[in-house]
C-alpha cells in the first residue's frame, strides 16, 4: 500500500518561501515519477512539477517555471517542492502524487497525499 504524506505548508507573506515535503512509503521514490499538483477554493486541480523516475528530468507549470523547484532525496524517499517569490495566487491546497498513468500534466496518478494549504497573503 502506497501512502504520501505532505508537510511543509502554512501562511507566508508575498515573496516570501516554504519547502513541502512529501514522504514515501510503500514505494521508493526512486521508482515512480512524482508529481506535485494544488488546488485553489472553487477551481479544478492543476498541475504544478513533476520529477521523471530515470533521469530526474523535471517539469513545470509555465506559471511557476523559475520560482519552484522539484527535488528528491532517496535516501529519506521524500520529494521536495521548493517556493520561492510566492504570490497570492499561489494560494491552494497543494497535493503530492505518485505513479502517472497518462503523462505528467494529466491528473490521473495511481496515488494522492491528503494535501497541505499553503496561503500567502499579499
Known amino acids: 500500500q502506497v501512502q504520501l504524506v505532505e508537510s511543509g505548508g502554512g501562511l507566508v507573506q508575498a515573496g516570501g518561501s516554504l519547502r513541502l515535503s512529501c514522504a514515501a512509503s510503500?514505494?521508493?521514490?526512486?521508482?515512480?515519477?512524482m508529481g506535485w499538483f494544488r488546488q485553489a477554493p472553487g477551481k479544478e486541480r492543476e498541475f504544478v512539477a513533476a520529477i521523471r523516475w530515470s533521469d530526474d528530468s523535471t517539469y513545470y507549470a509555465h506559471s511557476v517555471k523559475g520560482r519552484f523547484t522539484i527535488s528528491r532525496d532517496n535516501a529519506k524517499n521524500t520529494v521536495y517542492l521548493q517556493m520561492n517569490s510566492l504570490k497570492p495566487e499561489d494560494t491552494a491546497v497543494y497535493y503530492c502524487?505518485?505513479?502517472?498513468?497518462?503523462?505528467?500534466?494529466?491528473?490521473?496518478?495511481?496515488?494522492w497525499g491528503q494535501g497541505t494549504q499553503v496561503t500567502v497573503s499579499s
Open positions: 510503500g514505494r521508493t521514490v526512486s521508482s515512480t515519477s
Open positions: 502524487a505518485a505513479d502517472p498513468t497518462e503523462g505528467y500534466y494529466s491528473t490521473a496518478y495511481g496515488h
